[in-house]
């Protein structure tokens, strides 16, 4: 009989990926995945260390876990395996192992692969302490990961690098993802196949710090982002690109020209550049001032004029002043964004930002988040709004709430709700659209010569329009 394996995942979307492969590297183990922790023989929290009380949270939910644990046990039950993996398994393994003496694993994102003896060893272990796996391995995990064993649907992640080497005093990342790697050409390139043969038509391609990508080519040359994506639109079945997260030092001419020439390459970008002064910036170790990012964005439209932005930005970093803050403002008012991120500055332990005395207040640092989503919210509002009465491409991906109801997203990473038939699932379909909210789209499957979807009578029209897919 299968086991039961029950993965919760917090934080990226690089996360996410991590947690698929997993499930691939547990396949051949007999796991199939479950939606819940009841039941499960083995559960994995896949944790990430960028939002604020992020250990905590572990912590508690892992009190949640023993509870189930225990009760299984009671009532007679084999026993179930508790993992902590990701980051702050990367960064607080120890700490992990002593606080809870029930975790059986504690892996980092750069392990996982060697998951299969990792289970082993647990099963086997009488010591009364789990197994810890956080070294940096000197063996690229992507060289010991199976084929995937599932279907990712029509819209699929690609891990193509990880690690980053900017050091920005506020972040984690490079003590818990490592140095930058970039994977090879040809095997990127063969797992889009695969994802692509079963069934996936958008590809995101995922790194902590994507467009610092330098991996070899197929010619023993280093290749950039921009070379990359050219080759992956090649790739037949291949509709939609996408990357994130991207650093703006990182934004080439290469990889610019790339957003004018590829049609796949879809008009949004998530460019983050966490405040908008360049006193912080300097404080940040960003590397680049507020007028290089605003001269990177100019190039970017000089050459997609359509192209929508996102961001992210940290309110409160130590030190902020009102000025430091205005200056934000007015950089988010010049720029003019499609969708943003934007948080309150917490610490990091171990980050070089956590040891500066001038922390902000935390009633200022709520003031001013208000007021800067303020400004995000309108323009992401105004943004949805222009977009009343245009025809958008949209990848039909989920069922909506509504009956009858069905949810894609837009080439601008909107979410998109039409009246449409099931089998129109996985497909990408011209819509138009009749109303916009601040989260989201409405509108209609156009039909070619047969206008747009009568949603209660159009099977012949959507047939007439599959025939043309």
């Not at 750069?110 to 990792?118: A, G, K, N, V």
């Not at 929508?308 to 902020?320: K, N, Q, R, T």
Request: with cysteine.
């Amino acid at each position: 009989m299968a086991k039961k394996l029950y993965i919760k995942t917090y934080g990226c979307q690089m996360n996410v990926y991590d947690t698929v492969r997993m499930t691939d590297v547990l396949a051949p183990l007999g796991y199939e995945t479950t939606d819940r922790p009841d039941g499960a023989d083995m559960v994995i929290l896949n944790t990430c260390h960028i939002r604020e009380k992020a250990s905590e949270k572990v912590f508690s939910e892992l009190g949640q876990l023993r509870k189930l644990r225990d009760r299984r046990e009671s009532e007679g039950g084999d026993r179930m395996l508790i993992g902590v993996a990701g980051c702050v398994a990367q960064a607080e393994g120890e700490e992990i192992l002593r606080r809870a003496k029930h975790v059986d694993m504690v892996f980092g994102p750069q392990t996982y692969h060697r998951l299969p003896e990792m289970v082993a060893e647990a099963l086997g272990n009488t010591s009364g302490r789990g197994i810890s796996d956080t070294d940096f391995p000197v063996e690229s995990k992507f060289d010991f990961l199976p084929e995937e064993s599932q279907a990712h649907g029509s819209s699929a992640f690609l891990s193509v690098q990880e690690g980053c080497d900017k050091f920005c005093t506020f972040c984690v990342v490079p003590y818990t993802r490592g140095a930058e790697f970039s994977r090879p050409v040809t095997a990127i390139v063969d797992e889009a196949r695969r994802l692509v043969a079963n069934g996936s038509r958008e590809i995101t391609l995922l790194g902590q710090n994507v467009n610092g990508f330098h991996g070899e080519g197929p010619d023993g040359k280093s290749w950039r982002l921009g070379r990359l994506l050219r080759e992956l639109a090649e790739v037949d079945g291949i509709e939609r690109l996408r990357y994130i997260t991207s650093h703006p030092n990182d934004m080439d001419d290469e990889l610019i020209q790339t957003h004018r020439d590829l049609s796949e390459l879809m008009p949004y970008l998530h460019l983050p550049i966490q405040s908008g002064s360049d006193r912080i910036l300097e404080m940040m170790n960003r590397k680049h001032t507020g007028d290089d990012y605003r001269r990177v964005i100019g190039k970017l439209r000089d050459a997609c004029p359509e192209l929508a932005l996102s961001s992210d930005f940290i309110i409160g970093f130590p030190g902020e002043t009102d000025q430091d803050f205005a200056d934000t403002l007015r950089l988010v008012t010049d720029i003019n964004y499609a969708q943003a991120y934007s948080f309150k500055y917490s610490p990091r332990p171990g980050t070089p930002a956590a040891g500066i005395d001038a922390q902000v207040p935390e009633d200022v640092k709520s003031k001013r988040l208000a007021m800067l989503q303020e400004l995000l919210n309108a323009q992401q509002i105004s943004f949805n709004q222009s977009m009343v009465g245009k025809t958008l491409s949209v990848l039909v991906e989920r069922k909506g709430r509504e009956e009858g109801q069905l949810g894609g997203r837009s080439p601008y990473m909107q979410s998109v709700f039409i009246q449409a038939p099931e089998r129109l699932m996985g497909q990408i379909v011209d819509v138009r659209i009749e109303t916009a909210r601040p989260n989201s789209l409405t509108g209609s499957v156009v039909t070619g010569d047969f206008g747009v979807l009568d949603a209660h009578n159009g099977d012949d029209a959507i047939t007439a329009m599959e025939a043309r897919i």
